[in-house]
């Protein structure tokens, strides 16, 4: 996956889509974000680089809970290739 803003726009669409609020704010993030589950908010380290935007997207998408009925077909077929990704590497690891 490329690092370019393109990518990370692609990656924010994904969860925005399903009716979460994406934030960039200061924080001690251990992760680079915090979920607040009853409110849809994900606060993500401002502080980032694009790179590490990108990774801690890939890293936080698979841990919400995503509608794919409303997503658009792009951001359909980014969240299967992610989830498919994720499933290949722990069916690597057991």
């Not at 669409?13 to 251990?30: H, K, N």
């Not at 409110?39 to 980032?48: A, D, G, S, T, Y």
């Not at 935007?53 to 919400?64: A, G, S």
Request: negative net charge; charged residues 25%; glycine residues 6%.
């Amino acid at each position: 996956m490329k690092y370019t803003q393109t990518t990370l726009d692609k990656l924010e669409a994904i969860p925005e889509q399903s009716g979460y609020v994406l934030r960039y704010e200061r924080g001690t993030f251990q992760s680079g974000y915090c979920i607040l589950e009853a409110r849809k908010v994900v606060v993500l380290n401002k502080f980032l680089q694009i790179e590490g935007r990108i990774n801690t997207l890939l890293d936080l998408i698979p841990q919400l809970e995503i509608n794919t009925e409303v997503l658009t077909d792009d951001s359909k077929k980014l969240y299967l290739n992610i989830i498919s990704k994720l499933e290949i590497e722990e069916n690597g690891s057991n």
